[in-house]
């Protein structure tokens, strides 16, 4: 038998544990700043990137029609390309997302 009331304990740990040495490694390992232009680059475009992966799965999960989902993205990022607000363009989607459910 094992014990079954430590084993979210162990993983809570192991997860500080890695979470704790990706953000403490860079800080000890670099100590002056970085001059590759293509490491800077890089790491210009991890952010986008990381809020890009997730919220493209949510925006395809939260309507019952993936193809509303996937109008609503196009929807907006053609209206975030031209330069609208955030709030004109959560709007937009919002109703496209609407009317499509409700032709679908």
């Given amino acids: 038998m094992t014990n079954t009331r430590l084993n979210p304990y ?3 740990f192991i997860m500080f544990a890695v979470s704790y040495i990706i953000r403490v490694l860079p ?4 100590r002056k700043q970085i001059r590759n232009r293509t490491i800077r680059s890089f790491l210009y475009y991890v952010p986008y990137v990381t809020l890009a ?4 799965p949510a925006i395809m999960d939260a309507t019952e029609q993936p193809l ?5 993205l196009v ?3 053609v209206m975030a390309w031209r330069g609208l607000g955030l709030f004109p ?3 937009a989607c919002s109703v496209t997302v609407f009317i499509l ?3 679908l």
């Fill in 10 to 12: 162990i993983y809570i």
């Fill in 68 to 72: 509303a989902g996937l109008m609503a």
């Fill in 75 to 77: 929807v907006g990022m």
């Fill in 27 to 30: 800080l000890t390992l670099i």
């Fill in 101 to 103: 459910e409700s032709v």
């Fill in 89 to 91: 363009v959560a709007i």
């Fill in 53 to 56: 992966v997730m919220t493209f």
